[in-house]
């Protein structure tokens, strides 16, 4: 026996239609990208009338001389639509059926979240993934192995009510930093029932660089390579073996509207090197402006180089037609690709996967069609940098937080463009809304050390013996403070002056918030920030560091 057809009935039990295919016909595919679907067709003979094929119900197809007995299915999938037709039967009740059928991600999109569970609080990227896949919308997914648990990014409070299920992935693959990758696979290692023998559905959730979920075959055109039997693979020049440099994706700005305004980001280094390209990339779930900034931060640093794909084909053994699966990871070397593919086997993402039955040829038996990916490098990471413009306060009163009016990403009128680079974002002030000076300070996304640099300029009218202190403040608690004592010599007196502070090498963690505070001791009247009516190149900055 090679190839069963499986085909579900109302009720979940499978039956074997191997009799009604067409030999040499099966070609299917399925996709590993982003939770998008492949449409495929078979055509099932159905002579003496008596099948009924149903909707949405499950097809399969099991290669039962694999060598994995844990990894013999080539297609999980669901019925779409379904065409009768006579076809070549001209009598009687005989027929053929055309049938769409989709590969398993169309799941993630059968299910819309309803319930209070729904309306989600601040979490992670993961645990948000992983209670999206508790709930009785992800019933359908059995298996999590490929819930990868690395970098977690903050999410906002969130209702999903009454959006497809999908729209969590989306929300949260794209929220994490760097991107994510999500997809549906089966294992048959797990779940293995009469009526699943496929095993379980499983989520793959990670960045598409993760180790994890690597092939064991290997892909070349050097014949000298090639090595089936240990899952060497040939892809030759017959196959139009040809790498795309895809430019498509890369974007010097990007603008992220969401769900009370929008924010910008923009890397100069894009510009240098390509031009500038403006991309809308909206974030409908994303409330606050922070987590807008750190998708668009992230959305530039992600589009600054091209993608590599390419679409190969190889002939496989019947044994081994599983050994490359979609969603896999598997190294490609190829003598006339640039970019390092010539000098030695790189890591390319399968992003779909198709398999055509070719011969009863042991060693020639399926053609896969694989779309591969990989994102070209960018430059090293960027040192940390970033600044707040334009002070004001103390607020709400003596002593209290100096605010800011623009990060540096988005300056206001007549201030630099300093976009914002490593692992800090612009933290919103969470208790005190003033007209333009929302911002408090920088909120760490990493662990390690950081340089630190504040400027303002004073105004107050002094009565008597005064003391101002400024202070940098890592979660409110001053760390390094300059005082200040204005001259007096009696009465009511106008004075002006200014603070610089500098540091080097602070040890901050992860949602680590460094602000700056203002406050005196003594008769001073009217003191704030800045000095006058205008600003005067008051910043607070991040102006270095290592953050990991």
Same mark, same amino acid.
């Given at each position: 026996?090679?190839?069963?057809?499986?085909?579900?009935?109302?009720?979940?039990?499978?039956?074997?239609?191997?009799?009604?295919?067409?030999?040499?016909?099966?070609?299917?595919?399925?996709?590993?990208?982003?939770?998008?679907?492949?449409?495929?067709?078979?055509?099932?003979?159905?002579?003496?009338?008596?099948?009924? /094929?149903?909707?949405?119900?499950?097809?399969?197809?099991?290669?039962?001389?694999? /060598?994995?007995?844990?990894?013999?299915?080539?297609?999980?999938?669901?019925?779409?639509?379904?065409?009768?037709?006579?076809?070549?039967?001209?009598?009687?009740?005989?027929?053929?059926?055309?049938?769409?059928?989709?590969?398993?991600?169309?799941?993630?999109?059968?299910?819309?979240?309803?319930?209070?569970?729904?309306?989600?609080?601040?979490?992670?990227?993961?645990?948000?993934?992983?209670?999206?896949?508790?709930?009785?919308?992800?019933?359908?997914?059995?298996?999590?192995?490929?819930?990868?648990?690395?970098?977690?990014?903050?999410?906002?409070?969130?209702?999903?009510?009454?959006?497809?299920?999908?729209?969590?992935?989306?929300?949260?693959?794209?929220?994490?930093?760097?991107?994510?990758?999500?997809?549906?696979?089966?294992?048959?290692?797990?779940?293995?029932?009469?009526?699943?023998?496929?095993?379980?559905?499983?989520?793959?959730?990670?960045?598409?660089?993760?180790?994890?979920?690597?092939?064991?075959?290997?892909?070349?055109?050097?014949?000298?390579?090639?090595?089936?039997?240990?899952?060497?693979?040939?892809?030759?020049?017959?196959?139009?073996?040809?790498?795309?440099?895809?430019?498509?994706?890369?974007?010097?700005? /990007?603008?992220?509207?969401?769900?009370?305004?929008?924010?910008?980001?923009?890397?100069?280094?894009?510009?240098?090197?390509?031009?500038?390209?403006?991309?809308?990339?909206?974030?409908?779930? /994303?409330?606050?402006?922070?987590?807008?900034?750190?998708?668009?931060?992230?959305?530039?640093?992600?589009?600054?180089?091209?993608?590599?794909?390419?679409?190969?084909?190889?002939?496989?053994?019947?044994?081994?037609?599983?050994?490359?699966?979609?969603?896999?990871?598997?190294?490609?070397?190829?003598?006339?690709?640039?970019?390092?593919?010539?000098?030695?086997?790189?890591?390319?993402?399968?992003?779909?996967?198709?398999?055509?039955?070719?011969?009863?040829?042991?060693?020639?038996?399926?053609?896969?069609?694989?779309?591969?990916?990989?994102?070209?490098?960018?430059?090293?990471?960027?040192?940390?940098?970033?600044?707040?413009?334009?002070?004001?306060?103390?607020?709400?009163?003596?002593?209290?937080?100096?605010?800011?009016?623009?990060?540096?990403?988005?300056?206001?009128?007549?201030?630099?463009?300093?976009?914002?680079?490593?692992?800090?974002?612009?933290?919103?002030?969470?208790?005190?809304?003033?007209?333009?000076?929302?911002?408090?300070?920088?909120?760490?996304?990493?662990?390690?050390?950081?340089?630190?640099?504040?400027?303002?300029?004073?105004?107050?009218?002094?009565?008597?013996?005064?003391?101002?202190?400024?202070?940098?403040?890592?979660?409110?608690?001053?760390?390094?403070?300059?005082?200040?004592?204005?001259?007096?010599?009696?009465?009511?007196?106008?004075?002006?002056?200014?603070?610089?502070?500098?540091?080097?090498?602070?040890?901050?963690?992860?949602?680590?918030?460094?602000?700056?505070?203002?406050?005196?001791?003594?008769?001073?009247?009217?003191?704030?920030?800045?000095?006058?009516?205008?600003?005067?190149?008051?910043?607070?900055?991040?102006?270095?560091?290592?953050?990991?």
């Amino acid at each position: 026996m090679s190839l069963v057809h499986w085909l579900q009935e109302p009720g979940g039990t499978l039956v074997d239609i191997s009799g009604r295919m067409r030999k040499w016909v099966t070609d299917l595919g399925e996709k590993a990208e982003e939770g998008s679907t492949m449409i495929n067709t078979i055509v099932i003979d159905d002579p003496d009338g008596d099948l009924e /094929v149903f909707n949405h119900r499950i097809y399969a197809v099991e290669e039962t001389e694999a /060598v994995d007995n844990d990894n013999r299915f080539i297609f999980v999938g669901f019925v779409n639509n379904i065409k009768v037709s006579r076809g070549t039967f001209r009598a009687g009740v005989s027929r053929i059926y055309t049938v769409e059928v989709s590969d398993p991600n169309t799941i993630l999109e059968r299910r819309v979240m309803t319930g209070p569970d729904n309306d989600r609080p601040e979490e992670t990227d993961v645990e948000r993934i992983t209670w999206v896949e508790s709930t009785h919308e992800g019933e359908a997914i059995d298996d999590s192995r490929y819930l990868l648990s690395d970098d977690p990014a903050d999410m906002d409070a969130t209702d999903y009510n009454t959006q497809q299920a999908s729209a969590v992935y989306t929300d949260c693959g794209n929220q994490a930093d760097p991107g994510k990758n999500w997809f549906l696979t089966y294992f048959g290692d797990v779940g293995v029932t009469t009526e699943t023998p496929y095993g379980s559905f499983s989520l793959w959730y990670g960045p598409p660089e993760a180790d994890e979920y690597q092939s064991d075959a290997k892909l070349t055109n050097i014949l000298s390579e090639v090595d089936i039997p240990n899952g060497i693979f040939y892809i030759g020049l017959e196959e139009e073996t040809s790498l795309l440099v895809d430019g498509s994706r890369i974007y010097s700005k /990007v603008v992220v509207p969401y769900a009370n305004g929008y924010v910008t980001a923009s890397l100069d280094s894009t510009v240098e090197t390509y031009g500038r390209r403006d991309r809308v990339m909206p974030a409908e779930n /994303v409330k606050k402006a922070t987590t807008a900034q750190r998708r668009a931060s992230k959305y530039v640093r992600e589009l600054q180089t091209p993608e590599h794909r390419a679409t190969v084909k190889t002939t496989v053994p019947r044994e081994l037609v599983n050994l490359i699966r979609p969603g896999m990871g598997v190294p490609v070397r190829v003598s006339h690709w640039p970019h390092g593919y010539a000098d030695d086997y790189l890591t390319m993402r399968v992003l779909s996967r198709k398999v055509l039955e070719l011969s009863d040829e042991p060693d020639a038996s399926f053609v896969l069609t694989l779309e591969l990916s990989r994102s070209e490098p960018g430059p090293p990471p960027a040192p940390v940098y970033g600044e707040l413009q334009g002070s004001g306060g103390p607020y709400p009163a003596n002593p209290g937080n100096v605010d800011w009016a623009n990060p540096g990403d988005t300056p206001g009128p007549g201030w630099p463009l300093h976009p914002t680079t490593g692992l800090i974002t612009p933290y919103l002030d969470p208790v005190v809304t003033k007209p333009n000076r929302t911002w408090l300070g920088w909120k760490m996304l990493g662990t390690g050390t950081i340089d630190i640099r504040s400027f303002i300029t004073l105004i107050g009218v002094v009565g008597g013996a005064v003391t101002i202190t400024v202070s940098v403040a890592k979660n409110g608690t001053p760390i390094e403070s300059e005082t200040i004592v204005p001259g007096w010599s009696g009465g009511l007196a106008g004075w002006t002056g200014h603070s610089l502070i500098e540091m080097t090498g602070v040890s901050v963690a992860t949602n680590d918030i460094i602000s700056l505070q203002l406050g005196w001791t003594g008769p001073m009247y009217f003191g704030r920030t800045p000095a006058g009516t205008g600003q005067n190149g008051e910043t607070l900055k991040i102006v270095g560091g290592s953050l990991a």
